[in-house]
């Protein structure tokens, strides 16, 4: 029975791959193009306000225009933009130009294929799996919006928040008193510390975003989880930033984006929270 039960969740984990590489093709497209369009709008509204006239440029949405090559211009062809197969079959490299295709491409529609399956397996056709799904794509494109660009967009994060408190409403994940608490707590405490920082030293040591990040994070996964995630994204932070400045692959002077880490952490926690959280009090009798 056990070994039949497994073979139908692999079946069905398998079944949900191709689901989650299309959804991975999809997410490229909002890394890529969703901070462009945000400048755009900003740079119109600032025109707009000094009475200068606005620019021309081509208009962009996440639609149109069709997907080209940023080096040459051609046109891809569907064929071409298959997940993961294309870019091997075209062995990375555009077949008009033959420029090379940035690896962003197949290593984001594979995380997110495999994210998709994984949590397919965990947690079957389930309203739970449809939450985790849809939490894990959201942090997915957020971590390559921050990584390319330093920005988290209020027009994610904050619908990621109102969704995680709205899951809760019948304590899907957590009761809806954590989950209150949980924002609240996420926010205030990435705010005292910005502001802590800033009054020590001058500097801003991270944006707002990251607040918000955290606040939707505890939204998901209540207060008593926030303390596991800021534990891990500052460690893996840290460890990501001395390796990088060890093998002078990062430059000390340029800020690094904190919302990978926190995304990075949130899901971990989402996933495996509760039994890290359960070893660590067991390892001190607690």
Known sequence: ????????SFALALTALPLGLIVGSFLNVVILRFPEQLKTRW????????????????????????????????????????????YVFLRGKCHACSRAISIQYPLVELLSGLVTSFIVYQFGLSLMAAYCLIFSWVL?????????????????????LW???FANLNATFVPLNDAVIGALAGYLSLWIVFWLFKLITGKEGMGYGDFKLLAALGAWMGWHML????????????????V??????????????????LAIAGWIAL????????????????
């Open 43 to 86: 740079r119109h509204e600032s025109q707009d306000f000094l009475g200068l006239p606005a620019d021309s440029s081509e208009p962009l949405s996440l639609a149109t225009p069709a997907s080209r090559c940023p080096s040459c211009g051609e046109s891809i062809k569907p064929w071409h933009n298959i997940p993961v197969i294309s």
């Open 1 to 8: 029975m056990f070994f039949e039960t497994s073979l139908s």
């Open 227 to 242: 303390p596991l995630i800021i534990i891990l994204s500052t460690f893996a932070g840290a460890l990501v930033g001395v």
């Open 271 to 286: 996933i495996w929270g509760d039994t890290i959280l359960a070893s660590y009090l067991g390892a001190f009798g607690l």
């Open 163 to 165: 969704l995680g408190l």
């Open 140 to 160: 997915i494109a957020l971590t390559g919006i921050d990584y390319r660009e330093q920005i988290l967009p209020d027009q994610i994060t904050l619908p990621l």
């Open 244 to 261: 990088g400045l060890l093998l002078k692959t990062r430059d000390k002077q340029v800020p690094m984006a904190f919302g990978p880490f």
